[in-house]
Structure formats: structure tokens, C-alpha cells
């Protein structure tokens, strides 16, 4: 750590958002978080304007658009299907990824399996890690059957000697920083972890990388808490924001893109945690309807899409009386809103009623679903528990509600109806405009209403329609 001068300029800044203020303050002015601005010191040195002497051919002004040589024609695909595809066909060189994710989600596990990946193409891949010592990084290589992998490892937290020994030698293809919140640069006088050291070691190392040509890998812990500088804030500094997820207690990992400047946002990689590292799940739908409780009511598969894939996963519902003054509305893994506009289109139009009870929203595996085409299966899923009606289980469903209570076309149809086909799903409940896209064996039930729906799903209940959303039983 440099040393502190005897008058340090200091600031106040928000460690969730990076926003710097004078005084000391309870509740940040910029993102309304409590409790997360910290002292920070700057000195002269720090603030002074950085010369820009990299050597590269920056001066030459501004030349027109087609000469200009094409960076992002160097992709280069890591070998991991998942993880390519989200990225849009590989790490373009030159190019800086933030990955967050929890602590303890496998972000370390993926990207030691990624640099042997790289590693075993013949390029020079360095792995440095800020929180593991290279005995311990070394253990886990053994666990994932790589120790013979040609992956170069340090542990290190000065950006400065990083930059330094990497520019010496060969340039490394792939740079992976584990994790950006241990990293700390001279040029910034704050404490290690704190935004400012954040951001500018993560500046340094950008610009390593736009330098090089190599491709530059940040992991970021994400924090709910402020006291540790949340990676948001080198969100806008990098060219891709990945974000590792899943649920703790279970095995499968999703991999999104939350930003990518040279490839698509909504592709998702979907892999499982072995005790042999992550493996690749190149049919996920199959992962996610593994573990189905057929039979019971509060179960509806919906056929969505992700990305360019079509997934289909199971949604769960759970509606009881409530014993509060104020019925509970708890949803894991779809929209909050989305369910409440649910819930008011079934009690005004549907004649559910629904105030008197709790409801519970659940989707399996830890998936997180954000297309409005889930509408349907959700509405299926609370009028089977409602009514204590099972669905049948070799059904999908699929489709928008409007507010009026009908049921919209959604896109890519064929494809999510092929899939249900493929994993032997032989009906599925889909907007009348879906008509006439069935494939062989499978037969359409074609909804204009929901009304019609909740009628049809019902009346298999042991509750009848008339009595439906009742306290009386
Ligand atoms: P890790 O990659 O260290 O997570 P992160 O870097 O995101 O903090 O993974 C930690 C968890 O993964 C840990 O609980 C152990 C588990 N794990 C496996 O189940 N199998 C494996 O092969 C490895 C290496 C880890
Ligand atoms: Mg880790």
C-alpha cells in the first residue's frame, strides 16, 4: 500500500453505487441505500491526470469506419458449448467479461475448467487468484482432473505487478482476475475492496486488456449488503456482464448475459454442479422435469424459450387460506407483478376468488423465467391447486393474459410445441392463433379465454366451479 500523506483529500463514498460525497451521510442521495457510504482517501497523486503513454497507435486521429482492422473478428471460443454460446460464440480478444455471482456458486470452478479449456487450444492462459493460495487453486484442479492442464496460476492482489510481469513474455489469450474485489492499484488510496479500488484496479486491467488483445475475465462477489463493494459498479467499464446463478441447495448453475456488447443478452448456458466440477447440460428441459411430482394438483410444465432454445420447466403453486388479515403473495423465480396482474385477471373475469387466500409461486430447479408466455401456465398452476384439481401430466402450456382476460399469441410457437413433442409431452393448452401449428402427437387445446380454462381445469376438481375460491372448504 502506498503511503498516506500527512493531509489526505477525503470522501465519502457509496459502496453500491459509487457515488461520492462530501459529509458523511446515513442513506446515499444517489441509490437510496442505507448505511453504505465509507471514508475514502485520495491524494494528489491520485487525482492527477494519468499520462497517456501506452505506445500504441491511438494518435493517429480518426480514420474512417471500414479501415479500421476488425477486433472483434478475433473470437475465440472457449470449447465449452454452455458458456460460448452465451457469450455469442466465444471471448473476443481484447474484451473484458464481469462474471458475479454468490459466494460458493462456482465461479472459480468454471473459470479454472475454461482456462484449461483454452489452455488445452494452445493458448497461453493465466489464472490469478486474490483469494486462494496456488496450493489451493491446485487442489481443485486435481478434483476437476485438470492438474495436467497447461493453465499458468498465481496469487496475487497488485494490479501493477500483474500488468507488469504479463507484459514481459507472450501475451496471454485469456486473463482470468479471481476476484476483482481483492484487487488493488497504486494509483488509488483506498482500502483494498472499497468502489474506488475496485474501479480502478478494474480500469487498469481494461486497459491491459484493449492494450493486449487479451481477453480479461473479472469475478465479482455480489453482495446484498453495501459493505463490500458490489461489482455494479464496473458494470458500464466492461464489454460483458455475465451473472452465475442458482439455487444453493441444488446442482444446476445458470449462466446469463446481463450486457454483452458483441453477442446476444438472452441466451442462458445451463450446466450442474458434480463432484467432479460443472458439466454441461445440453438439454436442459430434461434436467428441469427430472425431478417432476406428477400427480399432484399445483403443477404446470410451461413450454418457454430461452434465448434461441426452447425450455421447458415446471411451475408450482401453492393457494391455501389465509389466516392473515393481508394474504401472502410470495413468487420465486418469476415476476411479482406479473402474478398480482394474474391473480386480479382470475378474480375479476374468471370468477376466482382469491383474497381470502395465500398463494404461492414457485419455479423449479432455480430457473428464472421473464417471458410474459408464462402467464398461462402460471394461471393452470393456481386454479389446479386452488381447486385440488390435477393437471394432466402430459401437458404444456403456454400464453400471454391480457388484462381483459383473453389469451395472446406468443412467439416461436413451433418450437416450443417440437420440444414437448421430443421430451413426450402429448397435449398442450395454447392461445387460439396456435391453432393450427401442431406437430404429430401432440393435440391442441386452443384457449380464447382463461375463463374457459379455469372452467375446464375446475370441473376435474373436487371442488366445483360454483364454489371455487370459497372459504367453505
Ligand atoms: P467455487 O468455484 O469455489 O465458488 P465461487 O468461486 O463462486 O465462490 O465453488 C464452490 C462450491 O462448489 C463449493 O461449495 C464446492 C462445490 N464444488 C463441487 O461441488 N464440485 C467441484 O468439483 C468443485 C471444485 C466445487
Ligand atoms: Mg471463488
Redesign the pocket.
Known sequence: MAKVKALPRSRHVCQACGHASAKWLGRCPACQEWNSLVEEFADATALAPRPSSTGVSIGDGPRPIDQIGELGGVRRPAGIGELDRVLGGGFVAGSAVLLG?D????????LLEVAAAFARNRHRAVYISGEEAVAQVRL?AD??GLAEADVEVAAETSVEDIVATLSQGATPQLLVI?SIQTMWTQTVESSPGTVTQVRGSAGELIRFAKRTGAAVIL?GHVTKDGQIAGPRVVEHMVDAVMS?EGEGSQQFRILRAMKNRFGPTDEIGVFE?????LREVANPSELFLSERDLGSPGTAVFAGIEGTRPLLVEIQALVAPTSLGTPRRAVVGWDQSRLSMVLAVLEAHCGVRLSGHDVYLNVAGGMRIQEPAADLAAAAALVSSLARAPLPADAVYFGEISLSGAVRPVAQTASRLKEAQKLGFTKAVVPEAARNEAPDGVALSAIGMLANLVADIARDGTHTPRRIGGRDG
Open positions: 455471482g459466494p460458493g456458486i462456482g465461479k472459480s470452478t468454471l481443485r478434483r476437476l479471481d469475478v452465475f454442479m458434480t463432484g467432479a466440477g
